[in-house]
Structures are given as structure tokens and as C-alpha cells.
């Protein structure tokens, strides 16, 4: 099977988006669904939740994993391990505002990611944790 393109890749993602009920309602310059298929077209393949949910969940070397501060399953309010600060829900279903600003998403992925990885996150773990994200209803 040949590779698919850009193109396919994105509508495969939207499509399924679509098919898992997605939510569409929009809070500011994009949607979670966007974010999915920006991820999914830069990685080249799509976001896998069963991958998503053991990134999510894991320490990679560090003291954190994302589950630390955003609670497992992130569909409840989180709290900052450090420093005790509320954190609104990161699953979609439960926040209609959750990856809808891409300065914002952008800015705390790369902040976040840098404290569990040590590294910025690639677009295949964001894609990953999104499609596990949108399983969580």
C-alpha cells in the first residue's frame, strides 16, 4: 500500500474527528479537531489513542508524567504538581475551550513538554495524545 498523501492523511483525520463526534464548537482561532490534523499531516500518519494514553500516563525519565498535573483521565479539573494551580480539563469533551487557541496550545505543549521529556514533544506524541484525548467522553 502506498504511503498516503497529506492530503488523504487529513481527510482520514477528519473523518474520523467527525466520526467520534468531535466537538466543533470553537473558542477562539481554531478547534481540537484542527489541532488533530495539523499534528496527524505533520506526522504523516494519524494520532493513535492507545499510543496517546500510555505517553500520557508514563514518566519518561522525569518526575512528571502529563497525568501528574492533568489527573488520569484528564477530564476532571487538574492541579499543577509544583505549584497547586488549578488546570481546566484537558479532554475536549469536557472543555469546549481545551486546544482551541494556537499560541496558547502551542505555548504550554512546548513548556509541558520540555518538563516530561526534557525535549519538545514531536508532532506524532501530540497527534497521539489528542486521539487519545477524544476518546474520553
Same mark, same amino acid.
Given at each position: ?7 488523504? *492523511?487529513?481527510?482520514?483525520?477528519? #473523518?474520523?474527528? &467527525?466520526?467520534?463526534? =468531535? +466537538?466543533? !464548537?470553537? $473558542?477562539?482561532?481554531?478547534? %481540537? ?41 484528564? *477530564?476532571?479539573?487538574?492541579?499543577? #504538581?509544583?505549584? &497547586?494551580?488549578?488546570? =481546566? +480539563?484537558? !479532554?475536549? $469533551?469536557?472543555?469546549?475551550? %481545551? ?39
Amino acid at each position: 500500500m502506498p504511503y498516503p498523501t497529506r492530503a488523504r *492523511t487529513a481527510g482520514l483525520i477528519l #473523518a474520523a474527528s &467527525a466520526a467520534l463526534g =468531535a +466537538p466543533w !464548537a470553537q $473558542a477562539g482561532d481554531t478547534t %481540537a479537531a484542527d489541532q488533530l490534523i495539523r499534528w496527524s499531516v505533520q506526522a504523516g500518519a494519524g494520532g493513535d489513542p492507545a499510543r496517546g494514553q500510555v505517553f500520557f500516563d508514563r514518566r519518561h525519565g522525569g518526575e512528571w508524567s502529563c497525568a501528574s498535573c492533568h489527573g488520569m483521565p484528564p *477530564t476532571g479539573t487538574g492541579r499543577h #504538581a509544583s505549584t &497547586a494551580k488549578s488546570i =481546566a +480539563p484537558l !479532554a475536549p $469533551a469536557f472543555n469546549a475551550k %481545551a486546544f482551541t487557541e494556537t499560541a496558547k496550545v502551542d505555548k504550554w505543549l512546548r513548556r509541558n513538554c520540555k518538563d516530561v521529556l526534557s525535549r519538545e514533544c514531536s508532532a506524532a506524541e501530540k497527534a497521539d495524545v489528542l486521539a487519545y484525548l477524544y476518546t474520553l467522553r
